[in-house]
């Protein structure tokens, strides 16, 4: 009987640890950013896997970012999920007039202007996750005094499959294993920059980053990961072609003395000197934009593209024309050279242009257990990837101009119903268990309480039966009295 209850008991848990395809400590996401992979590389994809991952996940028509289609503006929206002019990260150096500084990567008040906001990754370690950041930009400072588990500061020339190899490391980890994962990687932007989007040179790159991305789920699969974790790829812009022969030199045009700039092209924010009158320097600016490839940006633009109402904004905002930079780029050249690139030429690769501008256009896929498989989503924004991530990990979303509704298609199957239905089945394996338990228990019971009936007694009444019915054969003898009739006879 013993030996019956131990296989139920086996069986069940057999059962519904069958029916339990979820991480122990919840769900586990993994976001990777590929610095400047633009949505038109994918029409000349030179590798195979990424495809394979579209067929498998989910994705937008339009994958939309912010204005300006800077690398560290763009990844803190992800981050926070709210616009450029309310983080307050406008470009990838800003001028903070209250701190009379300018603010670059290394400085944490870059990412610190609106204490209102606080980064998925610090939201999910306040409420007891556990984060991790590869290199992403403004991860590496405490929010709300508090740091994430893992961190790796930025390197130039990172290697990706090294990158995704940590990833595991940190997924799998036997005390702290990392439920949330932000990975950035400044491939193909860096080349890109360097040779021109159209160029062999990226290509080559972006052949490297598929075979990175294949390695990753590789491990993942090994590490029995692939049908656990979710994992999210996506880019902050594209990139677009320029030649050195379409910069615009400012010093060339107007007197540059009454005024500095921060930021990078295209987009300058220009800041006009103490004691200077700024229409000075505005009339000069917009009569030379006329007929040099550049405007001063309207207010009309700036509402629309929610690039206002910040003091990191100045009043006058130089924006250049498709392919064309300003004399700032002249310095990226003189990088390349620097460093020994080879085979360059005279074109060469920038972003920062309005997200309307098709080469702008980022790449979102979602693979996982929580996504779709091979679905088209409507259009959605990059700042809305904050709400999915809070809903998917179950965390308290703080302020943001994000949209949930928006980005929910992608989803096929929330994290907390893919928690819900492991939980129903242990439930009715408890059930179950216990009814048997019961059962048998009550089986064991009646048993034992049954009446004892000594010899005499049966004999007795044996007799008296048989006395009563006159000698007549009892046709509902049982075994124990037909075994006895032979002794009262002789008795």
Same mark, same amino acid.
């Given at each position: ?220 699969? /090994?590490?029995? =990961?692939? !049908?656990?974790?979710? %994992? ?8 677009? &072609?320029? *030649? @050195? ?70 009043? /006058?905002?130089? =924006?250049? !024309?498709?392919?064309? %930079? ?8 003189? &990088?390349? *050279? @620097? ?153």
């Amino acid at each position: 009987m013993w030996a019956l209850v131990l296989a139920l008991v086996i069986l069940c848990c057999g059962w519904c640890s069958g029916g339990l395809e979820v991480s122990p400590i919840g769900p586990q996401i993994v976001v990777i950013s590929l610095d400047g992979f633009g949505q038109h590389y994918l029409a000349s994809y030179p590798g195979h896997f990424l495809p394979t991952l579209y067929s498998r996940g989910a994705y937008p028509e339009k994958f939309s970012n912010q204005f300006t289609t800077k690398t560290f503006p763009n990844h803190f929206s992800v981050a926070t999920g709210v616009y450029e002019d309310v983080h307050g990260v406008v470009g990838n150096t800003v001028y903070d007039a209250a701190l009379n500084a300018t603010l670059d990567i290394h400085n944490q008040s870059l990412f610190t202007q609106n204490p209102s906001l606080i980064p998925i990754w610090t939201l999910n370690e306040l409420v007891g996750g556990h984060s991790g950041c590869i290199m992403w930009p403004g991860c590496g400072f405490p929010y709300r005094n508090k740091n994430v588990t893992f961190f790796e500061p930025f390197r130039h020339s990172a290697d990706l499959r090294g990158e995704m190899y940590r990833v595991v490391e940190w997924l799998t980890n036997a005390t702290t294993p990392a439920n949330l994962v932000m990975v950035y990687h400044e491939q193909p932007d860096l080349i890109g920059h360097a040779y021109g989007p159209d160029s062999p040179q990226v290509l080559a790159e972006l052949k490297k980053i598929d075979s990175a991305l294949q390695y990753f789920f590789h491990e993942l699969e /090994i590490f029995g =990961l692939r !049908d656990i974790v979710d %994992v999210i790829i996506l880019s902050d812009h594209g990139m677009m &072609s320029v *030649k @050195e022969r379409d910069i615009v030199d400012l010093s060339a045009l107007v007197d540059t003395s009454k005024f500095f700039f921060t930021g990078s092209s295209p987009l300058l924010n220009v800041w006009v000197k103490e004691g200077v009158n700024e229409l000075d320097v505005y009339r000069p600016l917009e009569h030379q934009g006329v007929s040099n490839h550049y405007r001063i940006l309207e207010a009309a633009e700036s509402k629309a593209w929610h690039y206002e109402n910040n003091p990191r904004i100045s009043r /006058i905002t130089l =924006l250049a !024309d498709d392919h064309y %930079v300003f004399q700032d780029f002249y310095e990226f050249i003189d &990088s390349f *050279k @620097e460093k020994k690139y080879k085979d360059l030429t005279d074109t060469h690769g920038e972003h920062g242009y309005p997200t309307t501008t098709t080469n702008m256009e980022p790449i979102f896929v979602a693979v996982g257990p929580s996504f779709h498989r091979g679905f088209k989503a409507p259009n959605f924004s990059n700042i809305d990837v904050y709400p999915l991530l809070c809903r998917m990990l179950s965390l308290p979303a703080g302020p943001h101009n994000g949209s949930f509704a928006a980005i929910a298609p992608v989803l096929a199957q929330p994290s907390t119903t893919r928690l819900l239905k492991p939980l129903i089945i242990a439930l009715a394996c408890m059930v179950l268990l216990v009814g048997v338990v019961g059962m048998v228990a009550c089986a064991l019971t009646r048993r034992s309480h049954k009446r004892t009936v000594s010899a005499d007694s049966l004999i007795n009444g044996y007799v008296y039966r048989k006395t009563m019915r006159k000698e007549k054969p009892l046709e509902d003898r049982s075994e124990e009295e037909c075994l006895l009739e032979p002794e009262v006879e002789e008795v």
